[in-house]
């Protein structure tokens, strides 16, 4: 993508305006491409206020190959470019990063001038946290040892989740009990490697006040389970999440009115909890999980109970010419510090500490959290110093892992997360999409602080050794500061 980008911004540092236009290589057929697009645009009046806005974009056909979606979907680009421009109208008006930021980040509730609606939101929470932290206080002293010069950089940024787009929406779950107090759950939402089986398992547990290991997720069959629009748009968790709280809720019910009718009270009063079921305020009237099931399954006629649940947030309907509607049931908020070290003499960039101040409301499983941010961000890292796809008239020059430059483990640097606490009504306990949105924080927060190290801004990603050497060539003969 080719971004142009204008920002009006008072002295006080307050964003009045925006108009931006995209020109992007989209291959040589659509796919998703006017998807795409419209996302590029979409997510441009988050996480700052911005109270004027023109978008204009262009996907061109090329002899190169498909251009699909890839994590971060169609927002790392356009994020980067208003994300950069803000800090260099900062540092031209004399203000600190921190306070740009917090002069002009949204608070919760708030609607954006392209009717996006956000319940809640973490992001001045999450910047204030990182501008305590000892080394940004440390910005500035001590930069250079010998060749290598430090910087940090700093970024806040919004990711969507729960995404209600075109196409259907269906998102379900259906939970079996069995005769043995045990839990099978059917759910056409698939598990690539984001973790999301354990997150839905661990819903349906908490529902019946069960343990993870008594429930037994059944692999994708479309013969059984029911229908799912797919992993993407970081809506797993928030939809078929939906799903399974409600068909695990279901199965509640039908439990609790065997319970009320074993103790006289009404089903309301009937508390499920550690394997055991017990009524509100009575630690007499009370049994274990398991034989309240075989009372339910065995007891006269017996019963089968089967819960069933699904998302009904349905689908929003999107303004692709206006580029109006809210497409997304909640949006999550990532705020980055970075450290890097910049090797004045090779160009060479290592990143060696990112800090995640991250909101995704409460997180369910803390560890896939962790974990699924560290991912993200060394993927924007990626992205910002390393991975080049390079064409010639319609060949591919890299087609390799040689070639192609991407992060490994060893270029991996330190990662430190914070969870910025927010609960957020659209999901289940208050919970929102975990860690894409930290593939878009980082680009801007790496070139941010390769620009602290070496006193030049760089708007092209990715910020190779070769561009880095050529800009301070540049900037030692002619004086420039960008690149």
């Known amino acids: 993508m080719i971004i142009y980008n204008k920002m009006g911004m008072k002295k006080d540092g307050t964003i009045t305006a925006m108009q931006s236009k995209v020109i992007a290589d989209g291959g040589a057929y659509t796919a998703i491409g006017p998807l795409t697009m419209y996302l590029t645009g979409f997510m441009t009046t988050l ?19 498909i251009s699909a979606a890839m994590r971060g979907h169609g927002v790392t680009h356009t994020r980067f470019a208003a994300e950069m421009q803000m800090e260099m ?10 306070e740009i930021r917090l002069k002009n980040a949204i608070h919760a509730p708030h609607e954006t001038i392209n009717k996006v609606t956000v319940f809640s939101c973490g992001l001045s929470e999450g910047v204030k946290v990182l501008s305590e932290r000892p080394e940004w206080k440390q910005r500035g002293k001590s930069k250079q040892e010998g060749p290598i010069a430090h910087g940090l950089g700093l970024s806040g940024t919004a990711y969507l989740g729960g995404a209600r787009q075109r196409g259907h929406q269906s998102c379900a779950a259906v939970v079996r009990l069995c005769e043995d107090g045990t839990i099978d759950y059917l759910t056409g939402a698939t598990d690539c490697g984001q973790g999301s089986d354990t997150v839905l ?41 939906e799903a399974a709280q409600k068909a695990a809720r279901d199965v509640k019910e039908q439990l609790a009115r065997f319970a009320a009718k074993e103790w006289n009270v009404n089903p309301e009063d009937i508390v499920f909890k550690n394997g055991q079921v017990h009524v509100k305020g009575s630690s007499e009237q009370s049994m274990p999980f398991r034989k309240l099931v075989q009372i339910a399954c065995y007891s006269g006629s017996g019963a089968v109970i089967v819960g069933k649940g699904y998302s009904d947030y349905g689908i929003e309907v999107l303004d692709f010419d206006r580029g109006e509607g809210n497409g997304a049931t909640s949006y999550s908020f990532t705020s980055q510090l970075s450290k890097v070290d910049v090797d004045l003499e090779t160009g060479f960039v290592k990143c060696t500490d990112i800090v995640l101040a991250h909101d995704c409301g409460k997180p369910l499983n803390p560890i896939n959290v962790e974990a699924q941010n560290q991912g993200a961000a060394v993927q924007g890292l990626g992205q910002a110093i390393y991975e080049e796809f390079k064409m010639d008239e319609g060949k591919t020059l890299n087609p390799n892992l040689i070639d192609y430059k991407m992060p490994l483990s060893m270029d991996a640097p330190r990662i430190e997360l914070i969870d910025i606490i927010t609960d957020d009504p659209k999901g289940p306990y208050g919970a929102k999409e975990a860690s894409e949105g930290a593939i878009v ?39 420039e500061n960008e690149w």
């Open 47 to 65: 996480p700052y206020k911005l109270p004027n806005y023109k978008h204009d974009i262009y996907r061109v056909f090329t002899n190169h190959p």
């Open 89 to 98: 109208m900062a540092e031209e008006l004399g203000i600190d990063p921190v």
């Open 201 to 241: 398992v661990q819903i349906i547990a908490e529902e019946l006040g069960l343990r993870v290991e008594d429930i037994d997720i059944k692999r994708v069959d479309t013969a059984v389970t029911p229908c799912d629009a797919g992993s993407w748009g970081s809506r797993v968790t928030v939809l078929a999440g």
């Open 441 to 479: 924080s980082s680009p801007p927060s790496v070139v941010s602080a390769i620009h602290d190290a070496t006193g030049i801004w760089f708007k092209e990603q990715p910020v190779t050794p070769e561009k880095i050497l050529m800009a301070l060539r540049n900037k030692k003969n002619e004086g």
